[in-house]
């Protein structure tokens, strides 16, 4: 048997166990609130209204929040269990490829790093590339402890967000000198576009495939 079939039922548990912490921001139906007064005291009495009426609503919404939030570090240990599986994966049946020209001075010319320089380009870094540096960042949860390599990786995806004119400015989500954020897998792996255990076969498939 192949390492994705070894692999699926585990890694389709793991998905599956994401979705509770999606569903728990889905179905929260709060109107919009829109001021068209122009005094402070008609805007004031049209946000009491507001909250009144929809009272019950926007106290769902921050319970559902809260309960987000509380259960944040659970979320990110399920996606880094996801990145740790496919990091093995890439080990044992990765094919090497060239790095990019960002990254060669910093990677040798043989070893397993190589497996990693390859997939689709995500902001610019193969997604190998970023499963690695994922990987090692969910295993040391400390931007000090992280080699050049990595931080590189991180720096390129928080820097090439592509919002003009913001272009100095990195994006928090990815930024490993961010003192909101211990673990970046959950980021990682709504950056990827990996909602679905499908969502990841699809992308650990090119890497495990065959070599042509």
Known sequence: MSYLSETATAVKQLFKALTYYQKLLKD???HKFVALENSIYEINRVITDWREEYKTEIKLSLERQEAYIAQQFSRDTISGAIIQIATMGIKLEGHPCQPPEIFRSMISDEGEILNFCCGRSVRGVPVGLIIYATRNQYNHQDANSLNKLNTTIFDTLAYNHGIKGMENVKEP???VN???LKIYSCNVLHLLGWSTYEDY??????????KR
């Open 178 to 180: 961010n003192p909101c």
């Open 173 to 175: 989500a990815f930024d």
């Open 28 to 30: 929260i139906n709060i």
């Open 201 to 210: 076969r699809n992308d650990m498939e090119a890497f495990l495939s065959p």
